[in-house]
């Protein structure tokens, strides 16, 4: 059964290699999102939740004592600014729609989770893979940070 959303059931796949593709694609425990989570582990940083329904818009990654939420995003799904990626070329109409729901999805758990005092860290597929020593680098300073407001006796 083919699920349903707000664009209505998903236009049929151009080829077989389409519809093995996008049946692949995982929502959790994505690949950049298990290297992520290693390398934080490795940097010492292990009292994460991973999916954590604790939060709004349930974060990839989450340290809920120090109320810092990571959100790893796929260049594809969530357009990757630097990349540019271009439409699909078949259905081009409802790829439109798509990704301009997932933004505006992401803008609102970001904004979600800001109202309910968390720290969002925003990190791309691209980033994770090319980048993962900086990655790793901006949650621990976020986590930091924010370990230390609360300390402090900060709001946070």
């Excluded at 939740?49 to 796929?74: C, E, H, L, Q």
């Excluded at 699909?88 to 803008?107: C, E, I, M, V």
């Amino acid at each position: 059964m083919r699920r349903q959303g707000p664009l209505g059931p998903p236009p049929p796949p151009t080829s077989p290699a389409t519809a093995r593709s996008m049946k692949s694609n995982r929502g959790r425990d994505t690949g950049p999102e298990l290297r992520l989570r290693k390398a934080l582990r490795d940097a010492g940083l292990r009292t994460f939740k991973t999916n954590f329904t604790g939060a709004p818009g349930r974060p990839d990654i989450a340290f809920p004592s120090a109320r810092v939420a990571v959100m790893v995003y796929g260049d594809f799904w969530h357009r990757c600014p630097r990349h540019r990626l271009p439409l699909p070329k078949a259905h081009r109409d409802f790829w439109r729609r798509k990704f301009a729901l997932n933004k505006s999805r992401d803008s609102r758990k970001r904004a979600a989770l800001r109202t309910e005092g968390w720290e969002v860290v925003e990190l791309w597929e691209c980033e994770v893979r090319d980048a993962l020593p900086s990655s790793v680098a901006k949650v621990a300073a976020a986590v930091r940070e924010r370990t230390l407001m609360r300390e402090r006796g900060g709001s946070g």
